[in-house]
Structure formats: structure tokens, C-alpha cells
Nanobody
Framework: QVRVVESGGGSVQAGGSLKLSCTASVYTFNICGIAWARQAPGKARELVSTIDPVGIATYVESVKGRFTITRDNAKNTLYLQMNSLEVEDTAVYYC????????????WGQGTQVTVSS
């Protein structure tokens, strides 16, 4: 079992920035694919960004150019820098560690709320 804990959510006005962090309790963090997902009220959860063990990142189209995913393997920590936030980014953001397959991960965090107001 992989324990995943997110932090850094909060409330911000549109155009502002937030940085999310996530730590995962797994010895093999450095070879894990990890990701951020989000779920807005009434909507399905979607993968926002992923990063593989060598640092190759992917982003959903709606956040490209605004969000940056990074990882610090020495600290077992994943980050999501979110700039130019929009009201539509309001959601609970989840961290997922150690990819097993498409959309499947060994551990998911409890989520952290991000609220963007106009």
C-alpha cells in the first residue's frame, strides 16, 4: 500500500497562483509514474498532469502553459505549480503514485480543495 498525502490547496482569485505538494511513502518513488488528477463538482475525475520516472510530463489541454508538474525524488515529493488560475480550475485535486496502467495507480491521496473565485 502506498500512502499519499497532498497539501497546498486553498482559495485564490482568478489569475492567481497556488502550488500543490504531495508526498508518497514508497521506496520505489524514483521509478514510479506519478500524477495529479482533479474532480470538480458534478464531474468525473480527470488526470490533469503526469510525470514519468525520467521527468517527462504530460498535461491535459486545458492546463497547458499554466500548470507545471515537477518531482523531487530525494524527497519523495511531487509538485504542481498552478499559475493563471481560472474559475474552471476549481476542484478537489488528488495525487496518485506509482502507475500500474492507464489511469491506475497504487495509491491515491485524500485530495486537497482548490477554489478559484472570479
Amino acid at each position: 500500500q502506498v500512502r499519499v498525502v497532498e497539501s497546498g490547496g486553498g482559495s485564490v482569485q482568478a489569475g492567481g497562483s497556488l502550488k500543490l505538494s504531495c508526498t508518497a511513502s514508497v521506496y520505489t518513488f524514483n521509478i514510479c509514474g506519478i500524477a495529479w488528477a482533479r474532480q470538480a463538482p458534478g464531474k468525473a475525475r480527470e488526470l490533469v498532469s503526469t510525470i514519468d520516472p525520467v521527468g517527462i510530463a504530460t498535461y491535459v489541454e486545458s492546463v497547458k502553459g499554466r500548470f507545471t508538474i515537477t518531482r523531487d525524488n530525494a524527497k519523495n515529493t511531487l509538485y504542481l505549480q498552478m499559475n493563471s488560475l481560472e474559475v474552471e480550475d476549481t476542484a478537489v485535486y488528488y495525487c496518485a503514485a506509482c502507475r500500474l496502467g492507464i489511469g491506475e495507480y497504487r495509491g491515491w491521496g485524500q485530495g486537497t480543495q482548490v477554489t478559484v473565485s472570479s
